[in-house]
C-alpha cells in the first residue's frame, strides 16, 4: 500500500511538558519548537500536553507561546500530574483522532536535529511494513554545548557506546534489546506509527516508562529500523545532576523504581511474543534472567550495589543454567556467598 501523502503524511510531534516554576524549563521549551521551525520539511505538526502543572500562568504561556510558533501547535491539558508517559499518551490519541499516521516523542528540553521530519517520512515510505523506527543522540549541556564523553556520567557513557553497535533492524529484536543493550533509544529519539503508539500505550509508571515501552514495542512483533544521520540533542545539565534521579528521591530510589518498571515492560513483552508463538516459556524465562545480569550491572555501575547483586541473585533463582552460562565467576561466587550468609 502506498504511503499516505500531503495532509496525512504529516508527522505529529508529542512533546509532554510540566512547569514547577524553574525559569529554565520554559526557556528549553522555547528552544525544543524552534528546533521543529527549523524542519529542512515542514509537514510536521506538535501536540504540545501540560502535565498538570502548578506554577503559575502555566496555561497562558503555552497558549501564547504556541501561537507564536510558525506550524501548527496543540495545546493539550492533562486533568491529574501523572508523569510524561501518560502525558504522552494524550497526544497519541489526538493525532489518531486528527488523522496522523506517525508520531514522533520529543521531550520538552531536547532538540530534533533540521532534518527529522525528511528522514522519517521518506523511510516509512520507503519501508511500508515498518512500525518503528529509532535515531541517535548527541548529548548537549544546558547551553547547548556537546558533551565530552568522558564527562558524561557512567549511565550515559554506556547508552553513548550501546548506540555504536549494529542497529536493530526487523522484527522480533526484542531478546537482543532485553539483554545486550540498556537502551537503544530515549524517547526523543522514537519515531512510530501512530496506530503502534495507540496498541502499546505508556504505562502509568512515572519513571523509565520509556524502556518499559520499548519492550512491549518490541515484543509485540513490530518491525524496527534506524534512521541514520538526524541525531536528537538530548540535554544533559553539567551542574544539579539527574533530574528524574531527584525527583524520584535520588539514585537508589530511581534505580529501584527502575528495575520495577523495566522488568513489569518486559515480562509483559515476553508473555506477548509468547501468546504469538514467537518464543516458549522457556525462551521468556532465560530472556528474563540474562535482562537481570544485565540489569544488575547496569546499576552497581550507576552506584546502587546493593540492588545489582539483588538483581544477580533473582537472575539465578529464576534460571540457575542461564545465570550460570551468563554470569561471570565473581558474579556466581557473589550470589553463592551471599546464599551461604546467614
Known amino acids: 500500500m502506498p504511503f499516505p501523502t500531503g495532509r496525512e503524511a504529516t508527522v505529529a510531534f508529542v512533546v509532554p511538558y510540566f512547569d514547577d516554576g524553574l525559569a529554565w524549563r520554559r526557556e528549553y521549551l522555547r528552544l525544543t519548537l524552534a528546533s521543529l521551525e527549523r524542519q529542512s520539511d515542514t509537514s510536521w505538526c506538535a501536540y504540545l500536553v501540560d502535565d498538570a502543572s502548578p506554577a503559575h500562568g502555566t496555561r497562558e504561556f503555552l497558549d501564547h507561546l504556541a501561537a507564536t510558533v510558525s506550524g501548527t501547535v496543540t495545546v493539550l491539558h492533562a486533568q491529574r500530574n501523572a508523569g510524561a508517559g501518560q502525558a504522552r499518551n494524550l497526544a497519541i490519541e489526538a493525532a489518531h483522532r486528527d488523522g496522523h499516521p506517525l508520531v514522533a516523542y520529543l521531550d520538552a528540553d531536547d532538540l530534533a536535529h533540521p532534518n527529522r521530519v525528511a528522514a522519517v517520512r521518506a523511510l516509512f515510505a520507503a519501508e511500508p511494513e515498518l512500525d518503528f523506527a529509532y535515531n541517535d543522540i548527541e548529548f548537549i549541556d544546558e547551553r547547548g554545548r556537546p558533551w565530552a564523553r568522558e564527562g558524561l556520567l557512567p549511565g550515559l557513557r554506556m547508552l553513548d557506546e550501546q548506540q555504536r553497535l549494529p542497529k536493530l533492524r526487523g522484527r522480533e529484536r526484542w531478546i537482543e534489546q532485553a539483554v545486550e543493550r540498556d537502551n537503544i533509544a530515549i524517547p526523543s529519539a522514537m519515531n512510530l506509527r501512530t496506530e503502534l503508539a495507540r496498541r502499546v500505550p505508556f504505562p502509568a509508571k512515572p519513571f523509565c516508562e520509556d524502556v518499559a515501552t520499548l519492550f512491549r514495542y518490541l515484543g509485540s512483533g513490530a518491525a524496527i529500523d534506524h534512521v541514520p544521520g538526524i541525531p536528537s540533542g538530548y540535554r544533559v545539565p553539567r551542574e544539579g545532576g539527574s533530574a528524574s534521579r531527584r525527583q524520584s528521591g535520588g539514585v ?90 546467614p
Open 252 to 341: 537508589d530510589a530511581f534505580n529501584r523504581m527502575r528495575c520495577a518498571n523495566e522488568r513489569e515492560g518486559l515480562e509483559e513483552a515476553i508473555a506477548c511474543a509468547v501468546s504469538r508463538g514467537a518464543a516458549d516459556e522457556q525462551t521468556g524465562r532465560a530472556v528474563l534472567c540474562r535482562y537481570l545480569i544485565r540489569i544488575g550491572r547496569t546499576v552497581t555501575a550507576d552506584g546502587s550495589p546493593d540492588l545489582g547483586r539483588a538483581q544477580l541473585r533473582q537472575a539465578r533463582d529464576l534460571d540457575p543454567k542461564t545465570f550460570a552460562e551468563h554470569a561471570t565467576a565473581v558474579e556466581r561466587a557473589e550470589t553463592e556467598a551471599d546464599r551461604a550468609a
